[in-house]
Nanobody, 115 residues
Framework: QVQLVESGGGLVQAGGSLRLSCAAS????????MHWYRQAPGKQREWVAS???????TYTDSVKGRFTLSRDNAKNTVYLQMSSLKSEDTAVYYC?????????WGQGTQVTVSS
């Protein structure tokens, strides 16, 4: 079993920055992938970014150039640095880990961007 704990959400003004963290614990394989998704009110959950052990990150187009995903493999923790935030970034952000062929989700953290 794997547990994920997210933190760092909050209220920020448009143009501001936030950093989300997601710490994984439990039975984690070395070749894992960690991801961020988000779900805005009334919308489906959407993929935001992913990163593997090697550190290469991929992003959805709407956050490219504004969000940076990094990880600390020793701590099994990923960090989503969000800059130039827009009102449309308002959502609950969820962390997911893919390990051993299974997916595990965190509980989510709210990000609210005021315009």
């Amino acid at each position: 079993q794997v547990q994920l704990v997210e933190s760092g959400g909050g209220l920020v003004q448009a143009g501001g920055s936030l950093r989300l963290s997601c710490a994984a614990s439990g039975s984690i394989s070395s070749g894992n992938l960690m991801h961020w998704y988000r779900q805005a009110p009334g919308k489906q959950r959407e993929w935001v970014a992913s990163i593997g052990n090697g550190g290469g990150a991929t992003y959805t187009d709407s956050v490219k150039g504004r969000f940076t995903l990094s990880r600390d493999n020793a701590k099994n923790t990923v960090y989503l640095q969000m800059s130039s935030l827009k009102s449309e970034d308002t959502a609950v952000y969820y962390c997911k880990i893919t390990t051993g062929g299974r997916n595990f989700w965190g509980q989510g953290t709210q990000v609210t961007v005021s315009s």
